[in-house]
């Protein structure tokens, strides 16, 4: 039994700078990990402190474009709820009663906006202040057959300003 236990002894011997050297080549790897993951870290703070800054200049820049939104406070308009609403009018834009102050509205339209124009008139015509003409011009070079070229919507609604 001794000699067993003195072989068993060598091989431990034997093994140990396999051990070593292996231990060496983990310990070398794990560091250039830990290096790696350093790094990484590193690069991770320089982003962070980069979109903080650009976070800065966004909210700068909102708050900019907020002073000037509020100058022109733009509302967007439901086409098709006011295009309910045009259906249904009754015609009742232009003042009846005239008085020593005259409201007179002149619009000139031209044809690449002509298909929204009922729009723009629905609004002067139900605004709460009534003008007391509402004058539309159309140039005989745009509109060269005039209100043939117009949209019917809109000569609907001009037809029930007079009422």
Request: glycine fraction near 2%; include cysteine.
């Amino acid at each position: 039994m001794v000699q067993k236990k003195k072989h068993l002894l060598v091989k431990k011997s034997k093994n140990k700078p396999k051990i070593k050297s292996k231990n060496n080549a983990m310990n070398k790897k794990i560091q250039y990990l830990e290096n790696k993951i350093e790094n990484q870290d590193k690069t991770i703070k320089n982003l962070d402190e980069k979109l903080d800054t650009n976070r800065k200049q966004i909210n700068s820049l909102q708050k900019e474009l907020e002073k000037y939104t509020q100058i022109y406070d733009y509302k967007r308009i439901n086409k098709e709820q006011i295009g309910s609403f045009i259906e249904n009018f009754k015609g009742y834009g232009i003042k009846k009663d005239k008085k020593d102050i005259k409201l007179i509205i002149s619009l000139t339209y031209f044809p690449e906006r002509m298909y929204d124009s009922h729009y723009c008139l629905y609004s002067l015509l139900t605004q709460k202040l009534k003008s007391d003409e509402l004058i539309s011009w159309l140039s005989k070079e745009k509109f060269p057959n005039l209100e043939e070229d117009v949209p019917k919507k809109f000569l609907i609604l001009k037809s029930m300003t007079y009422l």
